[in-house]
């Protein structure tokens, strides 16, 4: 995987809300700490969301396309201000399959960044992704 699209996201297009949801995810995690079911810390994220105002929608459906046949669907874990894609774990470690899924919720809504959160580690681990650029390759087909 290429890095570039892990990196520590100074180049996020809403450092704002970002900063946001950072700030409303390590006060969850300092409370909760490690050890809680992924479906804990997104009941608890959704109240300190709310609390702060940050508009977001939880488990928002989006649907999947192939040759405009819609082929499945998938269940952001949550969606803040229409633009940042929010998607928590509680495993280990992150893998490059959960930076790959994140980049496929991004690629499927159109839209750009995404935070990922692993709530099982300490400290809460926080990682920025955005979607890969897509160029053409010599044949014209795109290359992700």
Known sequence: MNQENRKAGKDLQD??????IIG???????????GFLESVYEEALAVEFAL??????R?????????????GEHRLDF??????????????T???IHFAIGRSYLKATGLQDGILLNFATAPLTIKR??????????DGDLVL
């Open 15 to 20: 450092r704002e809300t970002t900063q946001r």
């Open 129 to 138: 992704f955005c979607r890969e650029r897509t160029v053409p390759s010599s």
């Open 59 to 71: 488990q928002k459906p989006v649907a999947l396309f192939y040759k405009d046949h819609q082929i």
């Open 79 to 92: 969606l803040v201000d229409g633009l940042i894609v929010v998607e928590l774990k509680a495993i280990r």
């Open 94 to 96: 992150l893998e490059d």
């Open 52 to 57: 702060r105002g940050i508009a977001f929608v």
């Open 24 to 34: 409303a995810a390590i006060r969850v995690h300092r409370e909760l700490g490690p």
